[in-house]
């Protein structure tokens, strides 16, 4: 921005042509220096809330450094560099008038005019739309305002350390665009690159800190995404989704392992390669992607944790975690991501999601499970968990009818919204081994549907089917026992009442009559006693209800052998 001054002679000069007297010229003198002490003090003010932005970015990157005492030499090597470079740019602005433009970057004569200046700090925003603009920006250092990219054949920022405003990268239509800002360390709000048609990558390995959000949706040839030092942004959104082909596009591998997310994180719609992520302050979702392998690092899930409908999955990385705030949903992940069996599980099975993930280090779940058609063949996990504030755990339809073992939650012993609202457990699956909820005391509704396991090509049944656990409980509010198939049974030895207000207890009767629920031997007794304490359902077959004491006999006559 220049100042228009208007120079004595040329106002006398104007008195003279349009016949104006002395009190005319000095009132529009008058005029003139008032325009010209509002552009001064335009410029101060600009100039203070761009001292203003640095100083408060010092701080940020600051409170960073301080806040995490295990920064990797290169990521503080980096912090040591971008405060450096601020202080720079403050000894700029304080010092060098030439090196900062007053105003915005819109049109041609803006960009001309910066690069005629030689200016390397823009108090406005920036818009360029041609590699002419690009050129004109080659030593711009600091932007305070808004950048955004809606053009040109090559887009690089090399010098470009700081954007005050948001980065948006957008609309770009030329097949095969690159954006690079290798020297960009900070942005002050948002990272967005959406909507591009042609974009094919998108790098800034030098940047640290976003202040608000990364956005990165919509962009049809995206292949590539570098941000490989980010340490700190409030929520990350990458979704590769392409509508021309109803899924994902070329997008792949996203490493964010040294970040920080304040809030959450949501990754969608990935063609492969890795997912590394570290702190999550709120949920992370990633969703309908195929790639190989999931690390998450954060030792607190501030929110849900979902991991879902990952059709190539094979790995899900989740040691660290010692906390899950909201729910947790591990659901249809491996090849067909149906969780049941499939020619591609068949024909690749060192591919498929076959170790679900142990959990060794998780102690706190603070809403709902759902475990549901993964394609792991053996489920030992969250047996470390001692605290337990859902509703709700559901695990379903795992292992494609050939489940080994589910073996999970035998540290827990209650669990619940609260001390009288005790946690629902349904449990449908095709295994050789029920292990699980071995300390666990007391539970709402508590569904069981076992069967055995199935061979995927003849459908025959595998030979054994055995049920322990739920060896301390002693209250439930209902029971649903179908496992006609059990083969060995040594379950719910402690239980000593049902709660529930419909059918309490219903049992499906074993086909093979030598094996006994002598487990239970103390609980029926109970019932025999009282005949009339609890609404039962005893079933030999589909809709053929048997008399309560011949089912209890029937039962407990393998336990006197």
């Known amino acids: 921005m220049k100042k228009k001054l208007l120079s004595i002679a040329f106002v ?60 990797s030499d290169q990521l503080d090597e980096q912090y040591n560099s971008l405060l450096n470079n601020l202080s720079l740019l403050e000894e700029e602005v304080n010092n060098n008038a030439s090196a900062v433009y007053y105003g915005n970057l819109l049109t041609d004569a803006d960009f001309a005019a910066v690069l005629e200046q030689g200016a390397t700090i823009v108090t406005g925003k920036a818009q360029p739309v041609t590699s002419a603009h690009i050129s004109a920006m080659a030593n711009i250092k600091l932007i305070g305002g808004d950048l955004l990219v809606t053009g040109a054949e090559t887009i690089a920022f090399d010098m470009l350390q700081s954007v005050g405003g948001s980065l948006t990268v957008t609309g770009i239509s030329t097949a095969d665009v690159s954006v690079s800002l290798p020297a960009l360390a900070s942005v002050g709000q948002d990272v967005k690159v959406v909507g591009n048609s042609g974009l094919s990558a998108f790098s800034a390995d030098a940047l640290i800190l976003i202040n608000n959000d990364l956005n990165i949706t919509a962009n049809e040839l995206l292949n590539s995404v570098s941000l490989s030092m980010l340490d700190q942004v409030a929520n990350a959104n990458i979704n590769g989704y392409v509508e021309s082909s109803y899924g994902a596009g070329p997008l792949a591998s996203i490493d964010l392992s040294y970040t920080d997310v304040l809030g959450d994180v949501e990754v969608q719609y990935l063609s492969g390669g890795q997912l590394t992520v570290g702190n999550v302050g709120g949920s992370f979702t990633c969703e309908n992607t195929s790639l190989a392998s999931i690390d998450v690092a954060s030792a607190v899930i501030g ?207 074993f086909a093979d009559t030598s094996v006994g629920m002598c487990s239970m031997e103390s609980f029926f007794t109970i019932i025999k006693d009282n005949p009339t304490k609890y609404n039962l359902v005893f079933n030999a077959g589909w809709n053929n209800p048997i008399d309560t004491n011949t089912a209890i006999d029937q039962l407990l006559a393998p336990c006197s052998n």
């Open 12 to 71: 006398a000069a104007l008195a003279i042509l349009g016949g104006c007297v002395g009190d005319d010229i000095d009132d529009l003198q008058n005029q003139i220096d008032d325009l010209n002490s509002k552009v001064d003090d335009l410029e101060q003010t600009q100039l203070e809330n761009l001292l203003n932005q640095i100083a408060a970015l010092q701080a940020s990157i600051a409170n960073l450094q301080n806040k995490d005492t295990e920064l």
């Open 303 to 509: 929110g849900d944790f979902v991991v879902s409908y990952n059709s190539a999955l094979e790995t899900l990385d989740v040691t660290d975690i010692t906390t899950i705030e909201g729910n947790l949903t591990i659901q249809s992940n491996g090849p067909s991501s149906t969780g049941g069996w499939s020619a591609e599980k068949s024909a690749s099975s060192a591919a498929a999601f076959d170790v679900f993930p142990a959990f060794d280090a998780l102690e706190t779940i603070g809403g709902d499970v759902v475990i549901e058609s993964n394609t792991s063949t053996s489920i030992e996990a969250f047996n470390s968990v001692t605290t337990f504030t859902g509703s709700s755990i559901s695990i379903t339809s795992n292992g494609g009818f050939q489940l080994a073992v589910l073996n999970v939650f035998n540290k827990l012993e209650t669990a619940g919204v609260s001390s009288w609202n005790h946690v629902n457990i349904s449990i449908l699956q095709n295994l050789e081994w029920f292990d699980a909820f071995k300390m666990l005391t007391k539970a709402g509704d508590l569904n069981l549907n076992l069967s055995r396991t199935q061979d995927p090509n003849t459908w025959e049944q595998g030979t054994t089917l055995r049920v322990d656990g739920f060896d301390a409980m002693t209250e439930a509010k209902s029971l649903s026992l179908y496992s006609p198939a059990v083969t060995q049974f040594n379950a719910f030895g402690a239980l000593n009442h049902i709660s529930g207000y419909d059918t309490d207890l219903k049992v499906e009767m």
